[in-house]
């Protein structure tokens, strides 16, 4: 240390003594400190902290799910004891995958489940339905390529990559942050086309605002799936005939529809754990 050596003689033992105390200050207050798996230092009392989340992942107030301070703690047969205990209860009928359990424990799909809430509230969109089209289009396959023509989180077509393109888009669909810019934009464009068009539920012909919400994403999931146009055919059909427009509802809809229940089903069960903490 250059200032020790610049010191007078009688005022040097002094000074080295008070560098040596502000030196084992330091040493207390760096210890304190941790370094995370990023290299970032955190304090570890906030490691346990709601407001303490890792890097990359957005923490999203409303989804108990993309709490990973919580769930990093909380291995896939804590999950599953607590569905079978609680969630049954609310819930009847529901059918716990273990597969899905585990899946939703990992780190990636934790991160990849922020993303999505983040851009579902972005686009006004429920997140429980954005949750249940990954589920359903890839099981969180970021990777994921179907016959050679689908393919990532949210298996963008390259009819409908194109399409992105044109709208001013240009998307990586293996990239998952853009896959769920994309796809969300899509649900959102989807959407805004179905609400000018008129529906029969039972006898009324109401407008889509007016549909029962499971009826709207049902709607919805079925134009992600067979392509707005195809899906407006159908609906004009069944509107010159006066049918209800829940007869537009495939195999396809229905799980994302049992998937959306699903989702509701997992936040809940962690917010009473969280609560018992």
Do not use: C
Not at 114 to 130: H, N, Q
Not at 235 to 261: C, H, N, P, W
């Amino acid at each position: 240390m250059p200032f020790l050596r610049k010191a007078p003689g009688k005022n040097q033992g002094k000074v080295r003594r008070i560098a040596k105390i502000a030196g084992a200050v330091a040493g207390i207050w760096l210890g304190a400190y941790v370094l995370s798996d990023s290299g970032a230092l955190k304090h570890p009392q906030r490691q346990n902290s709601p407001q303490a989340v890792p890097k990359g992942i957005t923490l999203v107030k409303d989804s108990a799910l993309a709490r990973p301070d919580y769930l990093a703690k909380s291995d896939s047969s804590v999950l599953r004891r607590e569905m079978d205990s609680i969630a049954r209860k609310k819930f009847p009928g529901l059918i716990v995958d273990e597969n899905l359990v585990g899946m939703l424990a990992k780190p990636e799909t934790r991160k990849i489940n922020g993303i999505a809430d983040r851009w579902a509230k972005k686009r006004g969109l429920d997140g429980s339905y954005v949750w249940a089209t990954i589920r359903k289009e890839s099981f969180w396959d970021t990777q994921y390529f179907l016959n050679g023509k689908d393919a990532g989180l949210m298996q963008l077509s390259p009819i409908t990559r194109k399409e992105l393109r044109i709208r001013g888009l240009k998307i990586d669909p293996f990239n998952h942050e853009q896959a769920l810019q994309g796809a969300t934009f899509l649900m959102k464009l989807y959407r805004e086309e179905l609400s000018h068009l008129d529906y029969y539920h039972g006898s009324r012909r109401m407008k889509f605002r007016n549909l029962p919400k499971n009826l709207q994403y049902a709607v919805l999931a079925e134009s992600y799936n067979k392509g707005i146009t195809i899906t407006k055919k159908r609906l004009a059909s069944y509107l010159s005939q006066k049918k209800d427009a829940s007869g537009i509802m495939t195999e396809y809809s229905r799980q994302v529809l049992r998937f959306m229940r699903e989702k509701k089903a997992y936040d809940f069960v962690i917010s009473q754990m969280v609560r018992r903490e």
